[in-house]
């Protein structure tokens, strides 16, 4: 890879964004992780930090200052409201999501020649939020009309990227796993957390979800993987690709791996809110550290807001199904990438990262 390659990864603390920085830099390319908070796990030699808030739009005109030398770009921030759910719709989340993007490439785009940008989505693109979608979702489909800030920032992009002699591709990842904690929707530590605290009280770990409910998910390195490749190859530009291990599965039938992995007690379902049993034994935790040594992370530094978006993936409190979020991954197979994962492997390898990380404890 020349040397005059430089990926500036906006988000670098997150799901995405940590695995694109790792991406990036074991193909040698130079990479700038730019994140309101440290990216902790980033210790890759060729990567570079910078501390970034894209809300703060004098911040970015000085940053894009020092950041001539950036070629490609991907986008993988995001800002979520407290309680998570609740927000995706809100006109205040929609609204900053846009600013923060326009934040960036603005001043960006005047002091940098950029080659590509890659937007980050997700499948809520086909409307799942707020009514059910089309099975499976193409990228193909037209919008469907709801509040969302994909669309705002989509048609910024576009005109932008015509406007100033960029390309572009937009990713939109199914159910993200990774090993970052304190984010806004990563499974495995809020699993490790609640599995680790059912154990702590002398309970055993059955499945806390409601009726079964068929996912996908993309593991975090493929993600990073597929973001090198947008930037790298001309058939995914201007191009939009869903993205996903490759198959489906029912939470319920990963549980027994999980417990197996976790080595906690299997048990019967018992359907519970993750979120409020997590809240609710905050407490507890620290107690959990110092037993098994583990870092000196709070129940919410682990947490982010994860653990709301585990009851929607686990279909708490629904008394049947929800519809089928199904998404089409043959348009990004057709141009040229075909990585895939074991969704079960992918969740209990990052389970045993967290574990190896000391963010969760290893029972004996």
Known sequence: M????????????????????????????????????????????????????????????????????VTHVVYAAVYEMPGLIPGWSDPQQIATNDTMLRNLLEPLCTRARLAHVTLLQGTKAYGAAVQPMRVPGRESQPRVDHPNFYWQQEDYLVPKAAASGFSYTILRPQLVVGPNHGVVMNLPPVVGVYAALRHHEGLSCGFPGGPDWVW?????????????????????????????????????????????????????????????????RAALWPEIVQRYQLQPLTLANILGESHYYADMCFAHGVDRPPAPTFVSTVKIKQAGFNDTYNSEESFCYWLRDLQHRRVIPTFD
């Open 2 to 69: 020349a040397a005059s390659k430089t990926v500036l990864i906006i988000g670098a603390s997150g799901l995405v964004g940590t695995a694109a920085a790792r991406s990036f830099a074991a193909a040698g390319w130079q990479v700038i992780a730019a994140s309101r908070r440290k990216a902790e796990l980033l210790i890759e030699p060729g990567i570079h930090q910078l501390a970034l808030d894209l809300q703060d739009a004098r911040a970015c005109q000085d940053a894009a200052g020092q950041l001539a030398q």
């Open 216 to 280: 996908e998910a993309a593991d975090a390195r493929l993600v990073g993987d597929a973001c090198l490749w947008a930037a790298t190859h001309p058939q995914a530009h201007q191009q939009t690709f869903n993205l996903t291990n490759g198959e489906v599965f029912l939470w319920r039938d990963m549980w027994p791996q999980i417990t197996t992995t976790l080595n906690v007690t299997p048990g019967p379902d018992e359907p519970t809110s993750v979120a409020a049993y997590l809240n609710k």
